[in-house]
């Protein structure tokens, strides 16, 4: 990853903007005697990047007109059928602008939903994934065959360039941190969602300049508003691209992640060779691990051997993709570049069809069996 130099006139704009270091701490960073007693007192966490099928993105999960509480409910149901107990669910900074108390109210019948069920969420408060430009209101209807064709950023570009919005960001992430700092149903705040991804395969003729800049003076922040509302769960950020085996060779993002992180979380979509090693890499800083996203079949990222993986390094698993819907992840990546026309004959993520039944009931045997024995190693 290489960092442009910061332009002087962004950091003199930020700097009026954004508090000093440490200003408003409501707590401190979790020390890892600390972050390591909050996990021996959850189960095994293994669950799945959720959105229910009839959303192809968070403001279309959220907002009033299209919160759609009986499929939230459904699938949920199908998520605790599965043994899974946890959940990681994103959010967006213009659903609390467009209106506070009905996206805090949504996200508590969200919450008695998921708990009704047995399962924990881990939120995100913002993403730097796909689509720079959101906007509210009704969502755009999906590209036939494509992967994520209407997942939106949170921040967009207006935020991120406008210092002057930051005062509404920072409102966002105290008003719904605070609301929620003391709820057990919420098992901690992922509050940014790959920072430093700068999406030039899908969105490089409308991204952000200087994106990365903006994001190393902002993500800070992010972090310290966030504890300022000294919540009882943790926080964190995960890492998803480059050399992790020291902290010297992380970027200055990456950096930022790990020196503010109460747990540390990554993504990984490789084989489960690869993702062992990293999860070594990252046991240096003696914390709780969280892989937040993985499995992609055809990539070897499967059930089977990185749950295994998982289990015997005690870390807690969130796969993307559930059930088949409007976000079409059941198409890859490369979907954006090559024409598919049909269903691909394997299928990138998602578990289930939209009707529940398994896109593969070996696989979902698979899932059922490793988490019941985590369970009774765990006793």
Known sequence: MNFVKLDPKVYLQLSDVLPPEGVGVGREKWTASQANAWYASQDWLVGSNFIPSTAINQLE?????????????????????????????????LLYE?????????????????????????FVLFDSCWDPNPQLGKQRDPKPHVHNSGWVQGPGV????DASQYARLERYVKGVVATFANDERILGWDVWNEPDNVNTASYAATECTNKLDYVLLLLPQVFNWARSMSPSQPLTAGLWIGNWETFETLTPIQQVQIAESDLISFHNYEDEYEFEKRIQWLQQYDRPIFCTEYMARPSRSTFAEKLKVARKH????????FVDGKTQTKYPWDSWDQVYDAEP?????????????PYNPEEVETIKAI?????????
């Not at 999960?61 to 669910?89: P, Y």
């Not at 207006?158 to 360039?161: I, K, T």
């Not at 005690?314 to 993709?321: A, E, I, K, L, P």
């Open 61 to 93: 999960m959220w907002q009033a007109e299209t919160f759609d509480v009986a499929t939230i409910d459904r699938e949920m149901g199908w998520k605790a059928s599965l043994g899974m107990n946890t959940a990681r669910v994103f959010l967006h900074d």
């Open 371 to 379: 988490r019941h024995r985590g369970e009774l190693e765990g006793a």
């Open 158 to 161: 207006p935020a991120l360039h």
């Open 345 to 357: 004959p394997l299928w990138f993520h998602d578990i289930l069809r939209t009707d529940g039944t």
């Open 98 to 122: 467009q209106d506070p108390e009905g996206f805090l109210d949504r996200m508590e019948t969200y919450l008695l939903i998921a708990k009704k069920h047995g399962v924990k969420t881990l």
């Open 314 to 321: 005690n870390v807690g698993m969130y796969n993307w993709g």
